[in-house]
């Protein structure tokens, strides 16, 4: 899943993933650091996306550059840095935009499979290759 998402002026174009989603929905309620996040999507996907760190903190600059995160603070946690992040106002946006736009899909797609298998039933009893 991929879609165009759009930060402030000047911002880096960005292309919305499933990842990146996750991440931003994963920061809607209150800054995260890191882990949490690699949590916090792993929670919200029921286990279905598991990030690494590589690709988390990757998501996380394209993200910056594209003005939907921002650092949000740091501390020492038993001598390791933690540093948070936390969404923007575009950031939520992007979110919601792309909420909807998975909403609208999901409706098309149940349509979809409506008709289909509305067209796809057999009429005489009989199924496909003439089995019964």
Same mark, same amino acid.
């Given at each position: 899943?991929?879609s165009?998402?759009?930060?402030?002026p000047?911002?880096?174009?960005?292309?919305?993933?499933?990842q990146?989603y996750? !991440? %931003?929905?994963?920061l809607?309620?209150e800054p995260?650091h890191g #882990?949490?996040?690699?949590q916090a999507?792993?929670?919200?996907? =029921?286990?279905?996306?598991?990030l690494?760190?590589g690709? %988390? #903190?990757g998501?996380?600059?394209r993200l910056s550059?594209?003005? %939907?995160?921002?650092?949000?603070?740091?501390?020492v946690?038993?001598?390791?840095?933690?540093? #948070?992040y936390r !969404?923007t =106002? =575009?950031?939520?946006?992007?979110?919601?935009?792309?909420?909807a736009r998975?909403?609208?899909?999901a409706?098309r797609?149940?349509?979809? %499979?409506?008709r289909r298998g509305t067209a796809?039933?057999?009429?005489?009893g009989?199924?496909a290759?003439?089995l019964?």
């Amino acid at each position: 899943m991929t879609s165009a998402a759009s930060g402030p002026p000047g911002a880096k174009p960005f292309r919305m993933t499933e990842q990146a989603y996750l !991440i %931003l929905l994963s920061l809607t309620p209150e800054p995260l650091h890191g #882990y949490a996040v690699i949590q916090a999507v792993a929670e919200l996907s =029921d286990g279905a996306t598991t990030l690494g760190a590589g690709t %988390l #903190y990757g998501n996380l600059d394209r993200l910056s550059g594209a003005g %939907l995160v921002e650092p949000s603070g740091e501390e020492v946690v038993d001598g390791r840095l933690r540093r #948070y992040y936390r !969404i923007t =106002d =575009d950031g939520r946006r992007a979110a919601e935009q792309e909420t909807a736009r998975l909403r609208e899909l999901a409706a098309r797609a149940q349509k979809a %499979l409506d008709r289909r298998g509305t067209a796809s039933r057999p009429t005489s009893g009989r199924l496909a290759g003439g089995l019964a």
